[in-house]
């Protein structure tokens, strides 16, 4: 059963440091390309970075650009989201995808981490 699972969310202050997790089972994430999504309260979700299956190749939203990093380790099936400089409105769930292709047609999803920033 493929299988993708966030971790790592959690409550900061604002301008403190996060980073989520997406682990993989069930199948090699290595074919994969992986993006990070969130979903704030009210809002449509929105795709926040996404990696290539090499990890050669990375794109961010304008709005995370210089803050978030993103970054993959196949040998442990795992997709990362170094989140620094948080802000209140970087508060949703955030959400990670698979997809054959890159930064599109996303087939699986995880279930979410929470992320809250406030003080």
């Known amino acids: 059963q493929l299988q993708l699972v966030e971790s790592g969310g959690g409550l900061v202050q604002p301008g403190g440091s996060l980073r989520l997790s997406c682990a993989a089972s069930?199948?090699?994430?290595?074919?994969?390309?992986i993006g990070w999504f969130r979903q704030a309260p009210g809002k449509e979700r929105e795709g926040v970075s996404c990696?290539?299956?090499?990890?050669?190749?990375?794109n961010y939203a304008d709005s995370v650009k210089g803050r978030f990093t993103i970054s993959r380790d196949n040998a442990k099936n795992t997709v990362y989201l170094q989140m620094n400089s948080l802000k209140p409105e970087d508060t949703a769930i955030y959400y990670c995808a698979a997809t054959t292709s890159w930064c599109w047609g996303y087939d699986y999803w995880g279930q979410g981490t929470q992320v809250t920033v406030s003080s």
């Open positions: 990696i290539s299956r090499s990890g050669g190749s990375t």
């Open positions: 069930g199948f090699s994430m290595a074919r994969y390309g």
